[in-house]
């Protein structure tokens, strides 16, 4: 039974890790970039769940869409106003797409931070839990009743991701411009467009996790970090710039820490990911299940 246990909470544990990854990994794929800013779009995402309940006085299920939708907004923000001088007009840029990519998204995540601690504060604020039960019993499983509900919504929109980028016009458009920019562009597709919805899809899904956890996590500025580490080590883990690697492998880690939790050492589970990351990158550098020159 304690297998079971831990299998279900590591794959809960997985979607949470996955919702953050993905959008890190369709901006790669996109821009081959990094974004060093994507942990500050959790933080905007918890803040905002957060501030939206408690200062305003609405219900969390309300305050849950439009941190969102927060998150969405600031993510089409910054592909507006800081990368899309990357792509549009700067053929000269092309040398150090790289080094403009790391300097002005870090230099982004250092402002949203000390912003959010200058206008709210350093101290750590407790977020609404969406359902008043504490405990669900299913079986011999017992499960936290927060991050339960966040787990199946996380599934949901996993699900309806995965079903727009394989299905839809525009998640068809997403794989063209990641492809091949250029011949997308020939073809008709409006690259521009699409990289803007990438940012606020990716902003979505991150504030999202957020403001999921922010029962949990009880959010403070710097807590974007941690989450921010881990899905750049899935992103390579499942394959630089592939959603359907960084699912897999998000999910994986999940598990993997879970066993390795209990029958190893609790105190270096997050450092699990660190050394599988190490012999992915040795044995099979483009990622668990990645293919070399394929993206999303």
């Known amino acids: 039974m304690l297998a079971l246990d831990l299998l279900v909470n590591g794959l809960i544990i997985g979607l949470f890790y996955a919702l953050m990854a993905v959008g890190l990994a369709m901006i790669f794929g996109v821009l081959k970039v990094v974004n060093f800013a994507h942990g500050e779009f959790y933080m905007v995402g918890a803040y905002a769940y957060v501030l939206i309940s408690l200062k305003l006085g609405v219900s969390p299920w309300i305050a849950l869409p439009a941190a969102a939708a927060a998150g969405a907004a600031i993510g089409w923000l910054v592909e507006r106003t800081l990368m899309r001088p990357l792509y549009s007009g700067y053929a000269s840029w092309s040398i150090m797409k790289d080094e403009y990519a790391v300097v002005v998204t870090f230099g982004l995540s250092l402002l949203l931070i000390n912003l959010v601690d200058k206008i709210v504060g350093p101290y750590p604020i407790r977020g609404p839990e969406l359902i008043e039960t504490t405990r669900f019993s299913i079986g011999p499983i017992m499960?936290?009743?927060?991050?339960?509900?966040?787990?199946?919504?996380?599934?949901?929109?996993?699900?309806?991701?995965?079903?727009?980028?394989?299905?839809?016009?525009?998640?068809?458009?997403?794989?063209?411009?990641?492809?091949?920019?250029?011949?997308?562009?020939?073809?008709?597709?409006?690259?521009?467009?699409?990289?803007?919805?990438?940012?606020?899809?990716?902003?979505?899904?991150?504030?999202?996790?957020?403001?999921?956890?922010?029962?949990?996590?009880?959010?403070?500025?710097?807590?974007?970090?941690?989450?921010?580490?881990?899905?750049?080590?899935?992103?390579?883990?499942?394959?630089?710039?592939?959603?359907?690697?960084?699912?897999?492998?998000?999910?994986?880690?999940?598990?993997?820490?879970?066993?390795?939790?209990?029958?190893?050492?609790?105190?270096?589970?997050?450092?699990?990911?660190?050394?599988?990351?190490?012999l992915v990158l040795i044995f099979r550098p483009q990622g668990l299940f990645g293919e070399k020159g394929r993206e999303v």
């Open 143 to 278: 499960l936290n009743g927060q991050k339960l509900i966040a787990a199946g919504i996380s599934l949901a929109l996993l699900t309806g991701l995965a079903l727009f980028i394989k299905r839809s016009l525009w998640g068809r458009q997403i794989q063209a411009v990641a492809q091949n920019r250029l011949g997308a562009s020939l073809a008709g597709i409006d690259a521009t467009r699409t990289t803007s919805m990438i940012f606020a899809i990716a902003g979505l899904l991150a504030a999202l996790s957020g403001a999921l956890l922010a029962p949990v996590i009880n959010p403070s500025p710097d807590v974007g970090a941690f989450p921010a580490i881990k899905s750049y080590v899935i992103v390579v883990l499942g394959g630089m710039g592939s959603i359907w690697g960084a699912m897999i492998a998000a999910l994986l880690l999940g598990v993997f820490e879970a066993f390795f939790a209990v029958y190893v050492s609790y105190a270096y589970r997050d450092a699990f990911g660190l050394m599988l990351l190490i």
